[in-house]
C-alpha cells in the first residue's frame, strides 16, 4: 500500500464521514504550491477556499507566531489584550465600520451578525423585528441558524429540521420579490456581493443599489457576508467597496490569519450598541497568537498592495479565459469573478475536466456540478495562471 491508501485507511477507522475529499493527501505546502504525502507537487489555485490569500508558510508569519507563542496565546475574553485591540484598531482602516467583535469562523461570524440585528432591532429600535430575508443561491455557514439562512435547498439541509424560524428567501436580481418580502418583522437584508458557493455570481450594481435603497426606506439593516471575498479577494479590501456601499453589519473570516482559524463580525457605532456585556461572547475569538498573525497579515497585505495584485491577475485571467471561451464557445457557457474570485463554467458536466485538472497538478473547486471555481492565493505568479489556462484549453481542445 502506498502512503495515500494507508492514511485513507486509517481515516475510514477514525473520522466522522461529513467530506467528500479529493483522492490526495496534502503533506506540505509552500507559497501556491502542494505536496503531496507522495512527493506529488500541485499548483494551488484554492487557497484552502480562499484562506492563505497570502500564500502558504510565509516565513514572515512563521517567525510571528513562534515570537507570540512563547509570549501568549491564550487567556480567554475576561482579560484586555494589547495584540487583540492593534489587530482591530488595523482592520478598522480597511473599512466603514467602527466596532469588532472577534471569533473562530465565517459561520460564528455569521452567526454573531444576525444576533445582532435582532437584538439591535429589539432592545434598541424597540421593535419585534427578527426576521432575515436572504437570496437564493446564498451559502452562509452550517451552523443551525446560518444554515438556515444559507438560500440553497437539498443536501445541506437534509436531516437537519426542524430549522430555525425567521429567515426568508428571495430570487437573486428580483427586487420586487425583495420588496415584497419585507415586512414589520425585517430585521435585515442578509447578502454575499459575490456568491462563491452558488457559482462565483457577482450582484448587479443597479441590484446592490436597489436593496441599499429598500433598507433605508424601511429602516431595516444590510448585512454583507464577505467571509470569503473579503481581505483584497475581490481587488478591493472588501467586496462591497466595488459597490460603493457601507453595511451596518459585515462579516469576514477565512483569510482574517492566512489559515489560523479566526473571524471578524465588523459593525458600526450605532449598530453595534445592540451588543452589552454577557449578550454574545466566545472563549477563544481574537486569541493573542491569531490577532497577532491576523495584524502581521493586514500589514503585508497593505504594504504589498496585495488588492492591487488580485485586481490586475483577475483581470488578466478573465481577459485570457474569455478568448479560450470564444475559441470554444460550445464548451464554456461564461467566464465570470472580481478580483481572485473565478468561476468559468462549462456548458457540460464538469467532473472528467475537473478530475484531468487535478490529475495533471491542478488543485481547485466545482460547484454545482459544471464551475470550476477558482480562489488562488493573491501572491500566485502569473506564470502559474497561464499554465493553468494553457492546460484548459488543451483539455477542451480533445
Not at 488543485?363 to 493573491?378: S, V
Request: aromatic content about 8%; overall charge negative.
Amino acid at each position: 500500500m502506498t502512503k495515500y491508501d494507508t492514511l485513507v485507511a486509517k481515516e475510514q477507522k477514525s473520522i466522522c464521514n461529513t467530506y467528500g475529499r479529493y483522492p490526495v493527501s496534502v503533506a506540505r505546502a509552500k507559497g501556491s504550491r502542494l505536496w503531496d504525502i507522495d512527493g506529488k507537487e500541485y499548483i494551488d489555485l484554492l487557497s484552502g477556499i480562499s484562506v492563505v490569500n497570502i500564500g502558504h508558510c510565509r516565513e514572515d508569519l512563521v517567525e510571528v507566531m513562534t515570537e507570540q507563542a512563547r509570549k501568549l496565546v491564550q487567556v480567554s475574553n475576561l482579560f484586555y489584550q494589547e495584540e487583540q485591540v492593534e489587530c482591530a484598531e488595523k482592520l478598522l482602516t480597511t473599512c466603514g465600520a467602527d466596532r469588532v467583535f472577534f471569533c473562530n469562523s465565517g459561520a460564528e461570524a455569521n452567526e454573531a451578525a444576525i444576533k445582532l440585528a435582532r437584538r439591535y432591532m429589539r432592545t434598541i429600535k424597540e421593535r419585534d423585528a427578527y426576521e432575515i430575508i436572504t437570496l437564493e443561491g446564498s451559502f452562509h455557514g452550517r451552523t443551525l441558524a446560518t444554515l438556515t439562512a444559507t438560500g440553497q435547498a437539498g443536501p445541506i439541509k437534509d436531516g437537519f429540521a426542524p430549522l430555525p424560524e425567521g429567515f426568508k428567501y428571495v430570487p437573486t436580481g428580483d427586487i420586487e420579490a425583495l420588496k415584497a418580502a419585507i415586512t414589520d418583522k425585517t430585521a435585515a437584508i442578509m447578502i454575499e456581493m459575490v456568491q462563491g458557493e452558488g457559482g462565483i455570481k457577482p450582484l448587479p450594481a443597479e441590484y446592490v443599489k436597489a436593496i441599499e435603497n429598500l433598507v433605508a426606506e424601511n429602516d431595516i439593516l444590510l448585512i454583507v457576508d464577505e467571509v470569503q471575498s473579503g481581505l483584497c479577494r475581490t481587488g478591493k479590501w472588501w467586496a462591497h467597496q466595488h459597490y460603493g456601499v457601507t453595511p451596518h453589519i459585515f462579516t469576514s473570516a477565512k483569510a482574517l490569519a492566512n489559515g489560523l482559524p479566526m473571524g471578524a463580525m465588523l459593525a458600526t457605532e450605532a449598530i453595534a450598541k445592540g451588543f452589552t456585556p454577557g449578550s454574545h461572547a466566545t472563549t477563544f475569538g481574537g486569541g493573542a497568537l491569531v490577532a497577532k498573525v491576523s495584524s502581521k497579515v493586514l500589514d503585508i497585505m497593505t504594504e504589498e498592495k496585495i488588492a492591487d495584485r488580485a485586481a490586475e491577475m483577475g483581470d488578466f485571467f478573465i481577459t485570457e479565459a474569455l478568448k479560450i471561451q470564444k475559441k470554444f464557445p460550445e464548451k464554456i457557457n461564461s467566464v465570470r469573478g472580481l478580483g481572485l474570485m473565478l468561476g468559468v463554467e462549462l456548458s457540460f458536466d464538469g467532473s472528467e475536466v475537473f478530475t484531468q485538472l487535478r490529475d495533471k497538478g491542478f488543485i481547485l473547486n466545482l460547484t454545482k456540478g459544471k464551475i470550476l471555481r477558482l480562489l488562488p492565493a493573491l501572491t500566485i505568479d502569473k506564470k502559474d495562471l497561464e499554465t493553468f489556462l494553457k492546460t484548459l484549453e488543451e483539455l477542451l481542445s480533445i
